[in-house]
């Protein structure tokens, strides 16, 4: 079956520094690679997907690129703010076919201090 | 634009009583999932609809738990009766039409549920 298996956390760094979040994943088929953020007391937003090999996501600074080789997606930003802080969550989804569910990974909690 | 809107946000009673979470998925959107996020056992998708269908319920727990969606602006998770096993954050997301599989879930702010 598909499974996600993401860096455990928790990840604590300093304003500015760079971050990488590791997310490696098993599945069959194509499937489509999303990341979520999840703020304290809020439901997840996509933070950004790709849906197919070497497309690379990205949005508010952070990118990630899918990379059918090495089974992976890792989550990189530059330089980190506060405001970063939250949980995130690597997905897949499997496209084509009848696999339509999101599989999770267990979330990565960031900490950035100033 | 209005996201997906949960209620109650926060939903505390007593073991043994019936519990209902409502969801308003976004206009337009015609896939709409219910998962339970605990820190143990981490997001669980419990049912999804398409087109006011339910699809798959593989994921709800037991006979206890029943979900409907009697049009396309609105859904009910039931809890009959609820136990504190039952206890956690529940989230509503839905999804425009599309590929399934490549289109994003939009999440509500979710109903946190303690089971007393």
Request: net charge negative.
């Amino acid at each position: 079956g598909n499974s996600v298996t993401q860096m455990e956390g928790p990840v604590t760094l300093s304003e500015e520094a760079f971050l990488t979040i590791n997310c490696t994943y098993t599945a069959t088929g194509y499937p489509s690679l999303f990341w979520y953020v999840q703020y304290p007391g809020e439901g997840l937003q996509l933070l950004l997907k790709a849906t197919k090999a070497d497309d690379k996501g990205s949005n508010k600074g952070f990118e990630a690129t899918y990379r059918k080789e090495t089974t992976s997606f890792h989550l990189e930003k530059g330089s980190v703010q506060v405001s970063d802080s939250a949980v995130y969550f690597c997905a897949l989804s499997d496209r084509g076919g009848s696999n339509y569910k999101l599989t999770f990974g267990k979330g990565t909690l960031l900490t950035v201090n100033p | 634009d209005a996201g997906v809107i949960q209620s109650p946000r926060h939903e505390v009673t007593e073991m043994g009583q019936e519990v209902t979470l409502r969801c308003k998925p976004i206009s337009g959107h015609n896939s709409l999932f219910w998962y339970r996020q605990t820190m143990m056992r981490g997001l669980e998708l419990l049912i999804y609809f398409n087109n006011n269908v339910p699809i798959d319920d593989s994921g709800m727990p037991e006979d206890r738990f029943s979900a409907k969606m009697p049009n396309a602006s609105f859904s009910t998770l039931k809890i009959q009766p609820s136990e504190p096993r039952d206890s956690a954050v529940y989230f509503c997301a839905s999804s425009p039409p599309g590929q399934v599989s490549n289109q994003p879930q939009h999440f509500g702010d979710g109903t946190r549920l303690s089971i007393l």
